[in-house]
Nanobody, 126 residues
């Protein structure tokens, strides 16, 4: 099994930045893509960004494109989400997730992912 632990959430003002980290452990070879999802109160969970661990394809939700960047450090089994120009609508619980992906990453984020972290809260105040 794979375990995921997120860190880096917090409270910032509009326009601020945060960097989320996700550390993976366990049977890492069972997954080949990782992503960040978020869920705000009263809203459905949505995919924010995703990446194939082996490199190449990335996915960004339209609402974060140009502001958020997903990256990875395979040697340290870490995935990051750099969030810049944060807005109040970015306030949510952010979850790291991992999955065995097979196709276009933009399609894969619509599937049910198999491994989830506990989440880290991001709050952006105006």
């Amino acid at each position: 099994q794979v375990q995921l632990v997120e860190s880096g959430g917090g409270s910032v003002q509009t326009g601020g930045s945060l960097r989320l980290s996700c550390e993976a452990s366990g049977y890492i070879s069972s997954v080949n893509c990782m992503g960040w999802f978020r869920q705000a109160p009263g809203k459905e969970r949505e995919a924010v960004a995703a990446i194939y661990i082996g490199g190449g394809s990335t996915y960004y939700a339209g609402s974060v494109k140009g502001r958020f960047t997903i990256s990875r450090d395979n040697a340290k089994k870490l995935v990051f989400l750099q969030m810049n120009s944060l807005q109040p609508e970015d306030t949510a619980m952010y979850y790291c997730a991992a999955n065995q992906c097979y196709g276009l990453i933009a399609t894969e984020v619509t599937h049910k992912w198999s491994v989830w972290g506990q989440g880290t809260q991001v709050t952006v105040s105006s």
